[in-house]
């Protein structure tokens, strides 16, 4: 039996048994026999031996075993018991024969430990836990990673800190639960403070800080995490590589990313997708249709995310036609069935060249409900044509699917004040203060020796915001020298004059680009991350700046990436 198992042969060994067993019925009364059975039983994974018939599942084994006489005393017997009741879906015979056993060790406690955390019960997992006379590694990993994937950070990061010692699977299962709750921030602190203590990184956990670099525009730190690969002869495999192609992509550093796609050995449908998603946000369509029909002729075969890709890309290359193509062969010819967020990519790629009555009968004829990113994409395309009647459709929608974001009366109102509707510019201001929608406060962020610096509109919390505020005047002054012309028609408080212009002045994308002006040798590129839409003022102001300050700044805003250079931006005004 015992060779049967080595050689991954469970059933074989089951086979085995069955046939001996009427010959000699006390063979499952000794414990070596018996914890073989139950390995065997444990790795045809549950009801597979009960349901063949055998007799042989992890209740029987225990049921004759006691027939034989055997008081399971042996540990390790009784660790296979656990596991064999738990493979087999039985958590409460597992829980049973743990209570059982008239002793218990850390192996033991691990089982029962991973059986709750495998089944999603941590706090079940804890009193276990904290029921145990002597821990491991494993039991702290095990219960750190339960509190990970429920995505309990704080309990996680707790039982981290209590550890005395802690290996790669610790620092991963602590890195993945700041990853999958957005705790940016913390995640990077941890990896800084992983880097100072030399532990070496797994996969896994340069995967989630690849992940959250990307998010928070981190170029520097996900830069690091490259350069460790490289120089630790790391094997750049599928997940990893996708991982700094998304990462580069999203830091703005398109270049890199296109580079690390073209080093990896293996790649994947994900791995083609991010490089296509990449190039699309960047405004690089015709790359990335070009490696879309290359990704097609190498005979893989796309998925969803292939084709939101691909429509972003005929979006900002204008091309309808082709993206109507592209759309309608996804289900014909890929059997892909479009989801919500191709719809959206529809609206947006017919909205934004012009086809707003095209777009809303897309929107009318969709096979499910449209959401609010949907009208809200809609309203976008209003406002670039002017289109009052069916923004204020779409504003009707949105007031009902998403009442209190403040984006669309933004939007809405911007569309009034171009049609030259002040009054109704004033009712929108009346409707925001009435209805006490909140603001969603703009964010830009952006990155220096290795830190991410964030700025809100009106910031004065950061240490150097004298010298910031001071470059800020200062630029703002060079702008009005050159022409520029602050748009106070968008400011929708009820102030003065002055106080609008400053207000604009103060949006936080200037503030990061004032702290980058200060901080950064000139002619180096600045990147920002910008958490919403950047408003016109900001961009007509940030197109100067390029100018004037012979400076590239590459800008992502909520839905895009803006590459500011010599006046110009790569978004030709539409956004
Ligand atoms: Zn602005
Ligand atoms: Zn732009």
Redesign the pocket.
């Given at each position: 039996m015992r060779g049967y198992l080595r050689a991954c042969l469970p059933l074989q060994a089951l086979l085995l048994l069955r046939s001996l067993l009427p010959r000699a019925p006390r063979l499952l009364g000794n414990s070596f026999s018996l914890s073989l059975a139950l390995q065997a039983s444990a790795a045809l994974s549950g009801s597979v031996p009960a349901m063949l018939g055998l007799g042989l599942g992890a209740a029987s084994l225990h049921a004759r075993a006691r027939k034989s006489g055997f008081v399971a005393a042996d540990l390790f017997v009784r660790t296979a018991l656990v596991e064999a009741y738990a493979k087999a879906g039985r958590a409460d015979l597992a829980r049973a024969a743990f209570d059982e056993a008239p002793r218990r060790d850390v192996f033991l406690c691990n089982v029962m430990l991973a059986v709750y955390v495998a089944r999603g019960e941590v706090a079940e997992a804890r009193r276990v836990f904290d029921g145990m006379r002597e821990r491991d590694m494993v039991s702290w990993n095990t219960l750190i990673h339960g509190y990970a994937v429920k995505g309990e950070v704080a309990l996680a990061r707790e039982m981290f800190d209590d550890m005395e010692d802690r290996d790669a699977f610790s620092w991963s299962s602590i890195m993945s639960a700041y990853a999958k709750g957005k705790r940016s921030k913390d995640a990077l602190e941890l990896w800084q403070e992983m880097r100072a203590a030399c532990v070496n990184p797994d996969c896994i956990t340069m995967v989630s800080v690849l992940s959250v670099c990307g998010d928070m525009g981190a170029l520097a730190v996900g830069a690091e995490v490259h350069q460790f690969v490289e120089s630790n002869g790391v094997e750049l495999d599928v997940k990893l590589g996708t991982a700094l192609i998304d990462m580069y992509a999203k830091c703005g550093d398109i270049d890199n990313s296109v580079r690390v796609f073209h080093s990896m050995p293996v790649k994947d449908v994900l791995t083609w997708s991010s490089m296509i998603i990449g190039l699309a946000n960047h405004g690089l369509g015709h790359d990335a249709l070009s490696l879309f029909s290359r990704m097609l002729s190498e005979g893989l075969q796309p998925n969803e995310i292939t084709f939101i890709g691909v429509l972003i890309s005929c979006t900002h290359l204008g091309l309808v036609s082709d993206g109507k193509k592209y759309f309608s062969s996804m289900s014909v010819v890929h059997g892909v069935t479009p989801k919500v967020e191709h719809y959206g990519c529809m609206v947006d790629l017919l909205g934004r060249s012009g086809h707003i009555e095209e777009a809303r009968q897309l929107i009318r004829g969709m096979p499910f409900e449209p959401d609010a990113v949907i009208w809200r994409t809609l309203l976008g395309a209003c406002r670039i044509y002017k289109n009052v009647e069916v923004a204020e459709e779409a504003m009707t929608k949105l007031r009902v699917l998403d009442p209190h974001a403040d984006e669309h009366y933004v939007l809405l109102s911007n569309i009034y004040a171009q049609a030259n509707s002040w009054e109704c510019v004033a009712e929108m201001r009346r409707m925001l203060r009435r209805e006490s929608i909140q603001r969603i406060p703009g964010r830009s962020s952006i990155e220096w020796q290795n830190t991410i610096h964030e700025f809100v509109s009106g910031d004065r919390s950061h240490p150097r915001s004298k010298e910031i505020y001071k470059m800020l005047e200062e630029m703002m002054d060079r702008l009005r020298q050159a022409g520029y012309k602050p748009m106070t028609g968008l400011v929708l408080q009820d102030i003065d004059e002055q106080s609008k212009e400053r207000a604009l002045a103060e949006h936080s994308e200037k503030l990061a680009i004032a702290f980058g002006l200060l901080t950064t040798p000139a002619g180096s590129t600045l990147r920002i991350t910008k958490n919403l839409r950047?408003c016109e003022d900001c961009?007509s102001a940030?197109?100067l700046i390029s100018l004037l300050y012979e400076r590239k700044l590459i800008?992502r805003d909520r839905n895009?990436f803006?590459?500011?250079s010599e006046g110009q931006?790569?978004?030709?005004?539409?956004?």
């Open positions: 950047a961009h940030i197109k800008i895009r803006h590459h500011f931006c790569s978004c030709k005004d539409y956004w």
